[in-house]
Structure formats: structure tokens, C-alpha cells
């Protein structure tokens, strides 16, 4: 699915990248399944929250990488609590 969005990475120290469906939806399936989600209904989620976030960027030029992982976190939540916490805080949990 291509938008034609920018994505500013974080720090904005990187160049900026078009915005990447199959990106998201394999973070929110990789959550998913570290949380011992059967595989199904890490898809059918993976998918449901980029619907949700595609909706949002819809019609924005720029984003924030750190924009779309609140969003993204935000709509994980509804379905997913455990795979949310996993997603929010993937860079402090290792």
C-alpha cells in the first residue's frame, strides 16, 4: 500500500522515508507474537491497526515516525493490552 507520505525518523537525523504498510503491520505482528498470540489473530490485528493508522496519515504530507508508533500503540491497545506495552516500550525492554 503506498502513500505518499514522508516519514521523519526519530532524531531527524536520518532521511526522511516514504511511509512503509508492510513495516508497521510486521512490528504490530512481531508484538503480537512475542506476547504468545497465535498467529491468525496476530495478522487480523497487525492489519486492523494499520487500517487505523492509514486512516489517520490519510491526507498529511509529514509524519513523525514517533507519531506513528503513538497511534499505532494507541489502536494496539483497544485489542491487544500486552502486545501494546510490548510495542510502546520495545527500545527499554531487552
Not at 74 to 92: F, I, N
Request: with cysteine.
Amino acid at each position: 500500500m503506498a502513500l505518499a507520505v514522508d516519514v521523519v525518523k526519530r532524531g531527524g537525523k536520518r532521511p526522511n522515508e516514504a511511509f512503509d504498510h508492510s513495516k508497521l503491520h510486521a512490528s504490530i505482528y512481531a508484538s503480537c507474537l512475542s506476547v504468545r498470540s497465535l498467529e491468525g489473530h496476530a495478522d487480523d490485528t497487525a492489519k486492523h491497526v494499520c487500517n487505523v493508522v492509514v486512516s489517520w496519515i490519510d491526507n498529511k504530507p509529514e509524519v513523525t515516525s514517533a507519531d506513528i508508533r503513538r497511534q499505532a500503540a494507541k489502536a494496539l491497545e483497544t485489542l491487544h493490552p500486552d502486545a501494546a506495552y510490548l510495542y510502546k516500550h520495545h527500545k527499554q525492554i531487552m
